[in-house]
């Protein structure tokens, strides 16, 4: 008897008969199949209710007697194989009082009986026949979670588990003692029995899929238990409830926690205030569960995650907090392609991995497994002393997938033992040479990792490759710190050879600069004395070759070390740059500067742009133009220089950028489509030249997202079919091997599905283009949010929703580029792309529902 | 000659020739080529091409007027096709066409289950002809969403993806196939039951149970269309047979006549409530539901899972939708919930009906105890009490099936802890528990007789409110029953 009408997440009991409903056409069925064949295998997928259905349904029944066949008299011996099968089984026969007074449970006769079994495969047979059951009496040996046995069996002791599982088989053959074996198994691991002999053949014969519980089943689940309790369950708390089931296999835990939250929530207000919900007939308040107490708990969904937070809530400190983080990650298990599955394990390694005491591990286990709680099992309060071999267990895997703390501590997890089992690869290949120390980004990862999850070789022996566990830890965190050293040396070194760059070019800088005033003069003269000028000019212009080479040298430093300068040497640099910035403009100025000075200080302008594009956007396109004049006028010198046509289209593009950023958009369009002119003239003349073709579509992909913000969407597909054929020929011509031009391809999909969106053209061929654009590049957050928007407008919101979800998820993580340069995050994007549907009246009742989910 | 004897032909089909102008690129028109499969698809379900004459006015000039020729072949047909769309309304040649065939209907006294309208493209409503308004029709269309114009099936071909085409031409297919049999004589005037013969033909014949289901808005006609036919399929008569006339009083009166005897109502909503009633303002979802609920019918009702109940505009609907007999389940589930609802499991064959007098008393025990069984049932009877103790049954779902019934069924229950392990008494108190809520009065008595031997008898760990213990370790002492016996006498209850 149960003082809870609902046992919430956790499995039925067996003392809980009274409460369990819905399901006792199931439990006749089963006692049929035991009853003939003397063993039942319980299938069913996790979360289908196998446990429940056996404890509170099967064992019950039999106990009243219903197997009429063999009697009301069953000892019932219940075991999971966890990491020891062979000695579960003993102790929970003893436990069972099969044997009565002749057997006690002390160690002594645990291990008889253990050797008794491990005779072979008529061990229990033998075991019962030298203590026998009392007249008409039964043993039903009840494996629970019998899959545990193939994981035993694959790292831990194979013959062990055969023995095991032939001890089993070999108890349901003979009928010369009363015994009746019961399994309950997940259905995922049907096909592994074929490991074992006999057991396919056996389970053959009698299984028991479980099967789903109908609406009526389910509507009795809900409400009998609260009647039993003198209780009720409002109809429409009930049909909400059952409309809120989906056909997710966590239906029924997550309805029965649901309806625990909800009892407790109601019949502590009824503490408070009595007479508001009337009196049952035993004197007793009345309960009623209504829908104000469904939606108090967080409805369906929501009531797991917000109770298992309210729990962690409760921890006192960070630290606790830590230690809860901890053990859970190590409760669950992530396997490549499978849903993420309970791990039990040790109170012995939960400290180890925690690194806190006993006494804290136990404290913090028991917040999760008091009653009312049960996410963790056993409740440490009340079982049988604990000791260090206890087992502890997540009492559902619903929790797993409902919590959603805990699937990001799954995820990070993941990650991190990733991380590790690289660097301990990694590790050991280095030691066989075979391997550099980590370096860069590798290296920043690992140390960040290191870091913040303070790993122990208590939690790397979990993951580390097997059979090298020992010490394979030690020589990771070894190699990590070795790789460490390393990389300080070599940027130790490379910083110095930097700065001794800066300084050359400092150095440069002022020897040309003092070489210049002394040659300018003399420059200025021979200008004057023309006839005079041959020896002296050329000198001239090497001089003022070399200052110009200087002057872009320094720019040139500035532009790609700014970020690793000082900023008082930075700003040095920029005032030494800023008052010799008159000496390009008298090279501009002046006519018969030679192609070489003129095209330094072009390149010396655009460079000063770039410096200035994030400050001063005004003097960004001042630089831009001036080095555009030069460009104009080298052009005009020789039209057939290919090299100095191409920089000229670069300066129209670089002033388009800013403008671009600018908002500027007429303006920014007409610098890119000038720069576009250009482009085509190149690569109509070097057809072959592949570098030309790029820079003729990078253009093209320019006009396209400009055309698109200034809404001119024929514009727009016209530009985007031209870079796509070209993005389309590099495609083709590498066979997907050049990442670049696989996700510029991608891009322009994704651009052309987006143009077809806006402008209300066929959805179906919005999703086809935006699918071969997410095909390409599944990886860019881009392609998901069209691909999604291209679904959702066609119709498709499941899918649409599959990948906005996904969108999400990452949102945190990863920004990206939208039209303009600045990374936004995903939310942002797509509210951002649903404001552009609205502006050109493209309209879907589906966008809300985004949007509330963006929410 | 005709199948139906005393025909020239057996179909007339009446429609407008916009509808059969060809799309350009196309060879064919609608109706030709909706012709030709139908004439395909009719000839397989009678079994031969020959077999029916089907009028064929395709060599006759566009626009002709309702020639002797036609006139003549109309009175010939026995049966009308008649392709409804917004051109056969404003063609007054197809009013006249099918104001012949009904004026013949009328002269020959015949029903109108010798017309079928086919819906090419939707019509309003209000629009149709009075006559054929109510006809069992076939719709080849269907909603693209509001404000669109509806997709209408096989066009400009027929697709062999495009069900609803196929669905509704085979449905058609197989009433005229019926129609035409029945006129020939060949088949009973009943639809027969359902696609599977009963197993066993000694049985009686199967008692097809009577389905209503509701008449829906357009949105749902699809939805409708297919738990119908999975209803037809198993053996279900399935009501409204036809479309109800729209004036509140006729629509109400006819629904009123045929949800009577169904015992199940099965209703699908949307966020639409529905068209409305003349002279009324119930719409066929309200007028359905509230007959259904002043009946005391068994409601069905549902909704599409994805249906955002905050956005259903009207009130009422939305009210409607919220019920808590709405499941938001997917079509197929609702389908299984119908069929299990219609064609409920057999109940396992009941037990010997419980004896009726004042008072009986559930002795119940496990079978090594009968003898002690047999000694309480004496003194019982000399206290000329009614007893009962669970008959001998082995399998698992009777014996369960029997322990309920006598504990919802008794006056009072005696547990008999003789040899029995103490876990079946337990038990046995554990299931009196789990179903005494669903008691109509409590039990008077409740004992457990402790008899012998005393050894082995420890705790029970339970104990149930007004629970008496009998304890006669030794053998039966009357005396110990008395009181439970007073109890059993007694008619108040024991709680």
Redesign the interface.
Known sequence: ?TPHPYPGLRPFKR?E???F?GR??H???L??KL?QHHFLAVVGTSGCGKSSLVKAGML??L???????A????YVADLRPGHRPMWALAESLLASQAFGATRGTEPESLALLHATLRRGPLGLVEALCETPLPE??NLLVLVDQFEEIFRYRRDIDGQEADAFVALLVASVKQREVNVYIALTMRSDFLGDCAVFFDLPETINESQFLAPRL??DQRAAAIT?PA??F?GDVE??L??QM??DM?ADPDQLPLMQHALMRMWELASGAHSDDQSAQGVG??GIARVVLSLEHYRSVGGFLQALSSHADEALAELKDDRQKQVAERIFKRLTKREEGERDTRDPTPLRELVGITEASVEEVIRVINVFSQPGRSFLTPYLETSPTPTLDTIIDISHESLIRQWDTLKNWVIDEAKSADTYLRLEETARLYRAQNADPYRGLDLQGALEWRKTERPTDAWAKRYGAKGQETEAFEGAIAFLEESARNWDKEQASQERRRQKELIWAGVMFVVAVTGAVVFFVQWQSAEQQRERADEQTLRAEEHKLDLLTAIWKLTDVIRREREQLKPSTEEKLMELLGENVELLDKVTEQKGATAEALRTTSVTWTAIGDIQLESNARKAVEAYLSGLKIDERLVQKDPNNRQWQHDLSVSYNKIGKVLDKQNRLPEALENYQKGLAIRKRLAEEGREDDERRRDLAFNYGKITEVSIALNDFPAALAAAEQARVIREEHSDKCQGTCEQDRRRLADVYAKIAWITLLSGGSRQQAVQAAKRGWDLDPEQVRTNAIAAHAYLLNDQ?QEARKIYRKGLRSSDAISFRHRSSDPISFRQAVSEDFKKLRENRIVH?GIA?VERLLK | MAYVPGYKNDIFVSYAHVDNIPLSGISKGWVETFIDNLSTKLAQKIGRTDLFKLWDDRLLAQNAPLTPEILDALKGSATLVLVLSPGYLKSPWCQREKNAFYDLLRSKNRSSHSVFVVHRDRVEHESCPEEIRDLLGFRFWEERGKGKEPRIAGEPVPQPTDLLYWDELSDLAGKLSHALEQRRGSAPIEHSSGLLPPRDPTEPPVKRPKVFLAEVSDDLYKGRKKLLGALEQAGAEVFPKAPYPLTAVEYEEALGRDLGGCSLFVQLLSDLPGRELHGSTKTIVTAQLELARSLNKTLLQWRDRELDLKEVEEDSQRQILEGPSVMAISLEELQYEVLQKAFPRPAPESHAPLPTGDALVFVQSDAIDQALVKEICEVLDRERIGWVVPSETESPERVRHEVEDLLLGCDALMLIYGQSPGGWVRQQLMNCRKLRHKRETPLRALAVFEGPPPANKGELGISLPSLRKLICHQGLDASRIAEFINDVRSPSPAA
């Open positions: 008897m003392e008969s009274d409460i409903f006792e056409q439990v006749d069925q006692l049929e009853g019950p029944a106990d009243a007697g219903f197997l009429a066949q009697g009301a008299h069953w008409h009496a109908t609406r009998e009647r039993v003198g109809p429409g009930v049909n059952l409309n989906g007939a035993n919101f009742r529902k």
